[in-house]
């Protein structure tokens, strides 16, 4: 079983920053990828950016220039640090990873959610 645990939400005020962790654990064989969602009210479930496991990023346009994916290989474990943060922002963040726990399979799993709230 493998499980996402995510952490470092909260409520900021614009033009803020927060750092968003997301360790891994379980029976995993290879992450390939793990990046980060996000879903505001009333929004479909968007990518804001990924990380391979050879490090290369992308990131979508609204976060370019103002948030950064890390990611430690190691550890399982996969950063977002987020400045600049705009009220536009405020969305439940999803963590995200693309695994295999046995040769010939490959998953996609998911973290319970954090809430990023930007607000004056």
């Known amino acids: 079983q493998v499980q996402l645990v995510e952490s470092g939400g909260g409520l900021v005020q614009p033009g803020g920053s927060l750092r968003l962790s997301c360790a891994a654990s379980?029976?995993?064989?290879?992450?390939?990828?793990m990046g980060w969602y996000r879903q505001a009210p009333g929004k479909q479930r968007e990518l804001v950016a990924g990380?391979?496991?050879?490090?290369?990023?992308n990131y979508a346009d609204s976060v370019k220039g103002r948030f950064t994916i890390s990611r430690d290989v190691a550890k399982n474990t996969v950063y977002l640090e987020m400045n600049s943060l705009k009220p536009e922002d405020t969305a439940v963040y999803y963590c995200?990873?693309?695994?295999?726990?046995?040769?010939?399979?490959?998953?996609?799993?998911w973290g319970q959610g954090t809430q990023v709230s930007v607000s004056s």
């Open positions: 379980g029976t995993i064989f290879t992450i390939y990828t």
């Open positions: 995200n990873a693309h695994l295999s726990i046995r040769i010939g399979t490959v998953e996609d799993y």
């Open positions: 990380i391979t496991n050879g490090g290369r990023r």
